[in-house]
């Protein structure tokens, strides 16, 4: 390639990456799929009108007819400060309640949040205390679960652990998991926090286990394409070895707050608007991730 077409080829690639939409790669198949809604960092709480606001996202969500929901984590404002009552914990719950009615008929297939648990508890053996509570509330089977969905394989993680990453007993899972499908089936995974990105530098935030889990899915690399994640309320992309590392941006942009210092408009944070991603997935393992802002 000639050196001013490498240039040029270059700039409109720079240029591509400026748009909130983004394809992973060209379909090679144009058959139907999947579409999926990514929420993530819904942060909701009963104040400040949150509940209507959020009711209005959830409208443009739903007209996007997508199949199902995956939910990135950090669905209630917060439980997991010291100082939060047990009181503030129900409430907080009965808020998401209402909002996750109003998508009755999908699927939403949640992973646990750093928020979303009440460590504050009297007791460990409260019923209230911890990650089983917060899986009872998103109605999920268990903290780190798995499911197939019409050519696509979903794993939905925990790694809200000491250190930002997957337990032992989880990583075996995982890989025995892996192991047992079939080649070439397509993988999405979903955690909280971005296993990969770039957003950490600004942040952090990102899984300390990276490089087990890089060498996991390059063994699968006929397998693993994507891996959503959520947590730092900006929007990234990140490629290696054949994975697509996406981080969407926050339903709550900045916690419903109109915005800090360095935001470029109302209910930002830093340079990234409050929104949600709607995903297609198509049967050959392309996909495309359109992260779509909303308004306040």
Same mark, same amino acid.
């Given at each position: 390639?000639?050196?001013?077409?490498?240039?040029?080829?270059?700039?409109?690639?720079?240029?591509?990456?400026?748009?909130?939409?983004?394809?992973?790669?060209?379909?090679?198949?144009?058959?139907?799929?999947?579409?999926?809604?990514?929420?993530?960092?819904?942060?909701?709480?009963?104040?400040?009108?949150?509940?209507?606001?959020?009711?209005?996202?959830?409208?443009?969500?739903?007209?996007?007819?997508?199949?199902?929901?995956?939910?990135?984590?950090?669905?209630?404002?917060?439980?997991?400060?010291?100082?939060?009552?047990?009181?503030?914990?129900?409430?907080?719950?009965?808020?998401?309640?209402?909002?996750?009615?109003?998508?009755?008929?999908?699927?939403?297939?949640?992973?646990?949040?750093?928020?979303?648990?009440?460590?504050?508890?009297?007791?460990?053996?409260?019923?209230?205390?911890?990650?089983?509570?917060?899986?009872?509330?998103?109605?999920?089977?268990?903290?780190?679960?798995?499911?197939?969905?019409?050519?696509?394989?979903?794993?939905?993680?925990?790694?809200?652990?000491? %250190?930002?990453?997957?337990?032992?007993?989880?990583?075996?899972?995982?890989?025995?998991?892996?192991?047992?499908?079939?080649?070439?089936?397509?993988?999405?995974?979903?955690?909280?926090?971005?296993?990969?990105?770039?957003?950490?530098?600004?942040?952090? %935030?990102?899984?300390?286990?990276?490089?087990?889990?890089?060498?996991?899915?390059?063994?699968?690399?006929?397998?693993?394409?994507?891996?959503?994640?959520?947590?730092?309320?900006?929007?990234?992309?990140?490629?290696?070895?054949?994975?697509?590392?996406?981080?969407?941006?926050?339903?709550?942009?900045?916690?419903?707050?109109?915005?800090?210092?360095?935001?470029?408009?109302?209910?930002?944070?830093?340079?990234?608007?409050?929104?949600?991603?709607?995903?297609?997935?198509?049967?050959?393992?392309?996909?495309?991730?359109?992260?779509?802002?909303?308004?306040?």
């Amino acid at each position: 390639m000639r050196r001013r077409d490498w240039i040029r080829n270059t700039l409109l690639s720079a240029g591509a990456g400026l748009s909130w939409t983004r394809w992973s790669s060209e379909p090679k198949s144009k058959k139907e799929g999947l579409r999926i809604a990514h929420i993530t960092d819904v942060h909701i709480r009963p104040e400040e009108e949150v509940p209507a606001r959020a009711r209005r996202a959830m409208e443009a969500i739903l007209d996007e007819q997508v199949d199902f929901f995956l939910n990135g984590g950090d669905s209630i404002h917060d439980a997991s400060y010291d100082d939060v009552t047990r009181q503030r914990v129900e409430e907080q719950w009965k808020v998401w309640d209402d909002f996750r009615a109003l998508a009755d008929g999908y699927e939403m297939h949640s992973c646990l949040g750093n928020h979303d648990m009440w460590w504050a508890a009297p007791s460990k053996n409260d019923a209230m205390y911890g990650k089983e509570y917060a899986v009872k509330r998103l109605k999920i089977p268990h903290r780190y679960y798995s499911f197939y969905r019409q050519g696509w394989h979903f794993f939905v993680l925990d790694s809200n652990q000491s %250190g930002i990453q997957l337990d032992s007993n989880q990583r075996i899972w995982l890989e025995d998991e892996l192991n047992a499908l079939e080649k070439n089936t397509p993988v999405l995974l979903m955690s909280h926090y971005p296993i990969l990105g770039v957003t950490d530098h600004f942040v952090g %935030g990102q899984h300390s286990d990276f490089e087990e889990l890089k060498t996991l899915f390059y063994k699968h690399k006929d397998k693993v394409k994507l891996c959503l994640s959520g947590h730092q309320h900006m929007v990234d992309e990140a490629w290696y070895n054949g994975v697509s590392y996406r981080c969407n941006g926050a339903l709550s942009g900045f916690w419903w707050g109109d915005g800090d210092e360095a935001s470029a408009g109302k209910g930002y944070y830093l340079e990234t608007p409050p929104g949600y991603a709607v995903l297609d997935l198509y049967p050959d393992g392309t996909f495309k991730n359109n992260y779509i802002p909303h308004t306040f």
